[in-house]
């Protein structure tokens, strides 16, 4: 039952008396083994091994506690487990490399709503006008609209600054070596991977490059925080149907969440081998394969959690996970299209909420984000309508725990 | 006197039954059925400990009053820190702690969330003093405080200095909190004194009072007050005769309190006190949280509850058994699912690396150092904790340095004790601790198993006082074997449960409970029957002094 359903699906089965399961299993997959050892001459030693699986299922041998005993010790990737288990245990944006920032954003941050304003009003009598007239400084459009709600309203005075670095997580999404246009994809420019890969597309990462957001919502510190406390992070990876841990043409990999908390250990990281149980149904079903270790799902369209400073949930089209199994977990790349539209959503919302949690300003955000498209070229108007992006994750190996509704047929 | 006459046959069957008589007796005294005569100790006066602070303050007033108290275990006597309750004094920290704790404790019983409930009567106005409630409430309240009903001027004194907060703050129940943080910190609810008086069945000598027996009995089985049970058994006399008692311990006995009372006597017999103390190396052991400590106590406690009560195993099998209980914060570190994370589950070992208790997270962190795994003090755990065999202390100037030496010649653990333990000074000791303590070598000093230590492969094999022994399992089955396990549990249990250090005089009785245990099998449960109807353990010695009579009295 182990080597068939996995360890953590045979437990439940076993626990919750899903012999439909057993059976149902028994007639696709045993039964063409049986009959093939039996053609071969091995009748009695079938006969027994059948008998002995029948016994175990009717007679309930296997109570939970043995069950636990029972379950499959998985040490390494390249064990004979059909499953591997998951959780996500950190991730990084890698928004600012150098320790002065230079690199990245020599000119400086981005300009903030304030300093538009004071470009967009150059006197202070100009400033007091718009004040008496409009109430405050982001209400600065030609007929005091909000530059968070009705961005195209005005073009800032101060130029958007974009990443000038040249290194950024990411794979190559477009397929092109030089980012040049495609029938589906605008002009860009690429990145090399922290490990000198050429042709990395992480337009998303040259918007938010020059932002003030390490002290805040990306910070490694809070990430790390976030991780351990807050449920949203609580992501779950089930990879299905491994036969070789190394190089597999065809796994399925489900993403699911939970509500359970995440061991760690003394300075807060995960710890691998936690048990956490699914909250509910998976979210996705990605097929993938596995190729000297590492795993490379389908690209699909996602809708993923918000992670940092607010963010709102993420519509992620052609997403694809690469990731490096280890002994002990995954570590690798979450890339993808972040659709242009949510995202303005997401960042506006935070903008005009908290009055600018990044230190933008909305009318060159808006701009620079439509200007930075790279994928997902709209037909009718030739104009991009996602961002290439990508971020680092890491996962710990996790004992995924079903719940028994999820498991009914 | 021809044969086949009656008299003959009378004569034979005579002869017949004295030697079935003389055999009856030998076999019943080899195999302990018959109790000795017991004197018995001095009364005991013991210090309440924290927990069981807690559990009075929870049993009387609900579960959601807030208790912050944790006062310092007192000195370890003969291996029990029970034993030193009975000597220990309240200290001037451990007071003011204690009168916090009273105050704090008070304000909650009489706050308009709990008075409904905690105080059985209304007052005439809840702003004037009101006699007659007052004694209503302290007349339920002391009894289950002090153990006992209170006296009359007990009584008139916690309703006096009711009524005069009452009056002077216009608060009822100002005055009663206030009264009530008296009693808390009083030494007749800080203390339990046992009071005797003149035995009317054995004239010239004394025995406990039925107050004080149920406070013995019930310290000893639940780690708790008297309940009201007990005390009413008490007040009609039932604890003075042998039905009643049986009665009474029998009730204790099925009570889910028992559970209590046993996880208290095994923690302090284990010295699972210093859980609260225990850290290990971040960097060496960086999963081993404060969480992980939490949960590696808890898991020996159910181990020990699980097997001896709910299974009802033989005390033995604790040491050989390679069942475990893990839940999610254990989970990772055996690499085993939790099928319910929120809640324990048990778990089956490898039996060749399970030795039960012996090879819990708690007892082998416990007895480890910090950044490293000690067999010196697992191997003196062993023999003093489980086996009462005393290991002398090492000598003040003893070196450690060949074995501390992490850049040593020495890799493995075996090598650099026996290194160190070429100094002749150390070798005695050594020859004691560390052939058992290195049984447990495979597993590091946060008690996670491995194969090999600082790249060399472990030996585990040795010999327990004659028993040689090749791996982990097989020494817990020489433990297991080995004669003194069972007499310790029962010395142990037995002095917990009396509360005072064991003396020549009770060698006999200690050697009968001791063949009792081995007659039942070995089940803890048949122990603590045994103990507690024994005539020897609700004994007392004549007083030389009537300091705790006196103290009853109010005085």
């Given at each position: 039952v182990v080597d068939t359903f996995g360890e953590i699906r045979s437990m439940e089965i076993v626990q919750r008396g899903y012999v439909n399961d057993v059976v149902m299993h028994f007639i696709l997959h045993i039964r063409p083994a049986l009959n093939k050892t039996i053609a071969m001459g091995r009748r009695k030693t079938c006969v027994r091994t059948f008998g002995a699986l029948v016994i175990c299922v009717w007679l309930s041998a296997c109570d939970s506690h043995s069950s636990v005993n029972a379950s499959v010790r998985v040490d390494d990737v390249s064990s004979h487990s059909k499953t591997i288990g998951l959780v996500l245990a950190n991730f990084d944006l890698m928004m600012q490399q150098s320790n002065d920032g230079k690199t990245e954003c020599p000119d400086g941050p981005v300009h903030t709503n304030r300093e538009n304003w004071l470009a967009q009003f150059s006197t202070h009598a100009a400033r007091q006008r718009q004040l008496n007239r409009c109430g405050n400084s982001q209400n600065r459009g030609p007929n005091c609209e909000n530059v968070w709600f009705t961005p195209d309203s005005i073009a800032d005075p101060l130029p958007f600054r974009e990443g000038k670095g040249k290194v950024a997580y990411g794979i190559n999404l477009d397929g092109t070596q030089d980012g040049r246009e495609t029938r589906t994809t605008c002009p860009h420019e690429k990145f090399f991977s922290p490990d000198g890969e050429r042709g990395v597309d992480n337009q998303y990462y040259r918007f938010f490059a020059c932002h003030t957001i390490d002290l805040n919502g990306f910070s490694k510190e809070r990430i790390r925080r976030g991780i351990r406390e807050l449920l949203i992070y609580r992501v779950l990876l089930e990879i299905r149907g491994v036969d070789n841990g190394q190089n597999d043409n065809s796994v399925e990999v489900a993403i699911y969440r939970s509500d359970d908390p995440i061991v760690v250990d003394n300075v807060g990281k995960a710890v691998p081998w936690g048990s956490l149980r699914t909250s509910g149904g998976p979210m996705y079903r990605l097929r993938g394969q596995l190729v000297d270790g590492l795993l490379v799902t389908e690209p699909a369209d996602v809708r993923w959690e918000g992670e940092v400073a607010g963010e709102r949930e993420q519509l992620i089209r052609g997403m694809t996970l690469h990731l490096r199994l280890t002994p002990t977990g995954a570590e690798g790349i979450r890339a993808g299209y972040i659709d242009v539209d949510q995202e303005w959503q997401s960042y506006s919302h935070q903008m005009g909420a908290t009055g600018g949690i990044f230190g933008a300003s909305g009318p060159a955000a808006y701009s620079a984000l439509h200007r930075l498209a790279d994928g997902y070229k709209d037909p009718q108007t030739g104009a991009c309508t996602a961002l290439s992006s990508a971020r680092k994750y890491e996962f710990v190996r996790a004992y995924l725990i079903h719940s028994p509704k999820e498991l009914t047929p | 006197v021809k044969a086949g006459t009656i008299f003959w046959r009378a004569a034979v069957a005579g002869v017949l039954s004295v030697v079935a008589v003389v055999v009856l007796l030998?076999?019943?005294?080899?195999?302990?059925?018959?109790?000795?005569?017991?004197?018995?100790?001095?009364?005991?006066?013991?210090?309440?400990?924290s927990e069981q602070y807690i559990t009075t303050i929870h049993e009387f007033f609900g579960e959601d009053i807030q208790v912050d108290v944790g006062f310092a275990p007192p000195q370890r006597l003969q291996g029990l820190l029970a034993l030193g309750a009975s000597t220990a004094a309240m200290t001037p920290g451990m007071l003011e702690q204690a009168d916090r704790t009273a105050r704090n404790v008070a304000m909650q019983v009489v706050d308009e969330v709990h008075r409904q409930t905690l105080i059985p009567c209304l007052p005439i106005s809840a702003r004037e003093a009101d006699a007659r409630c007052a004694r209503q409430f302290f007349a339920r309240v002391g009894r289950l405080l002090y153990r006992r009903p209170l006296t009359e001027a007990e009584l008139r004194m916690q309703i006096n200095a009711a009524s005069a907060v009452s009056g002077q703050l216009g608060d009822f129940y100002a005055g009663l909190g206030h009264s009530l943080a008296g009693m808390l910190i009083s030494p007749k609810f800080l203390y339990f004194t046992e009071v005797i008086e003149p035995d009317p069945n054995h004239p010239g000598h004394s025995?406990?009072?039925?107050?004080?027996?149920?406070?013995?009995?019930?310290?000893?089985?639940?780690?708790?007050?008297?309940?009201?049970?007990?005390?009413?058994?008490?007040?009609?006399?039932?604890?003075?005769?042998?039905?009643?008692?049986?009665?009474?311990?029998?009730?204790?006995?099925?009570?889910?309190?028992?559970?209590?009372?046993?996880?208290a006597f095994f923690s302090d017999l284990l010295t699972f006190d210093k859980f609260d103390t225990l850290s290990k190396d971040p960097v060496i052991y960086p999963a081993f949280t404060r969480a992980v400590a939490r949960s590696a106590k808890e898991q020996a406690l159910r181990l020990i509850t699980d097997h001896l009560l709910i299974r009802r195993g033989d005390y033995r099998d604790l040491f050989t058994t390679s069942r475990t209980f893990v839940d999610v914060t254990l989970g990772p570190l055996y690499r085993k699912p939790v099928p319910t994370p929120q809640d324990w589950a048990s778990l089956e070992l490898d039996s060749r690396h399970a030795a039960g208790l012996l090879t819990s997270l708690g007892f082998l962190a416990l007895n480890s150092h910090p950044g490293v795994s000690s067999p010196t003090r697992r191997g003196r755990a062993i023999r003093e904790l489980l086996l009462c065999q005393k290991v002398p202390d090492p000598p003040p100037n003893v070196s450690f340095k060949i074995f501390e030496d992490p850049n040593g010649h020495f890799k493995a653990a075996r090598e650099r004790l026996l290194a160190h333990s070429s100094d002749a000074v150390c070798a005695g000791c050594h020859k004691l601790t560390d052939p058992i303590g290195l049984a447990l070598e495979n597993f590091d000093g946060a008690g996670n198993l491995r194969t090999e230590d600082r790249g060399m492969p472990i030996d585990v094999s040795g010999v327990l006082d004659g028993r040689s022994f090749t791996d982990v399992a097989a020494f817990g089955h020489a433990l297991r074997d080995h004669p003194a396990l069972g007499p310790c549990l029962a010395s142990r249990l037995y002095a917990y449960g009396l509360g005072r250090p064991m003396t020549a005089a009770d060698r006999p009785w200690l050697a009968y409970i001791a063949k009792r245990f081995r007659v039942d099998g070995y089940r803890l449960r048949d122990l603590l029957r045994e103990i507690a109807s024994s005539q020897?353990?609700?004994?007392?010695?004549?007083?030389?002094?009537a300091l705790p009579t006196l103290a009853a009295n109010g005085h």
């Open positions: - | 030998i076999l019943g005294r080899e195999r302990g059925l018959y109790e000795p005569g017991a004197t018995g100790g001095p009364a005991t006066v013991r210090l309440i400990s025995r406990l009072n039925a107050y004080s027996k149920a406070s013995r009995i019930s310290l000893f089985l639940w780690n708790a007050p008297p309940d009201e049970g007990l005390l009413v058994a008490a007040e009609t006399g039932e604890l003075h005769t042998r039905g009643g008692l049986r009665r009474q311990i029998d009730r204790m006995l099925t009570s889910p309190r028992l559970e209590l009372g046993i996880r020897a353990f609700l004994a007392v010695s004549n007083p030389m002094l």
